[in-house]
C-alpha cells in the first residue's frame, strides 16, 4: 500500500487510510487471497504501508490501533518510509 503525500492530520485522510486498511485486511480474511495466490496459504502475512514522508502524529496513533488489531489475525504491519534526503 502506498501513501505518497504528505500526512495533514485530516480526518479525511485517516479515513481513506482505514478504509484501504480494511479493504486489504477483507481481502485477506475471506479468503480471496487464498484463492488468487494458491502458492502464498500458510505464509507470513504482512502489510506494508510505503510512505514518501513520516507519519504525523495522529497517523502514528491510527497505525498503532491498526498494528494491534491486525496482530489479532496473525497479520503484520511494517511501515517504511522513503529517505526524504535520498530524493525520488
Not at 482505514?18 to 488468487?36: I, P
Request: charged share 25%.
Amino acid at each position: 500500500m502506498n501513501q505518497p503525500n504528505e500526512w495533514d492530520s485530516s480526518d479525511e485522510q485517516l479515513l481513506s487510510l482505514q478504509e484501504r486498511f480494511n479493504a486489504y485486511v477483507s481481502f485477506l480474511l475471506d479468503g480471496e487471497m487464498a484463492e488468487a495466490h494458491p502458492e502464498l496459504v500458510g505464509k507470513p502475512t504482512r502489510i506494508e504501508l510505503r510512505c514518501a514522508h513520516m507519519p504525523d502524529a495522529r497517523a502514528l496513533e491510527l497505525l498503532g490501533h491498526i498494528h494491534d488489531q491486525l496482530a489479532f489475525q496473525d497479520i503484520k504491519l511494517e511501515v517504511v518510509v522513503r529517505n526524504e534526503a535520498a530524493g525520488p
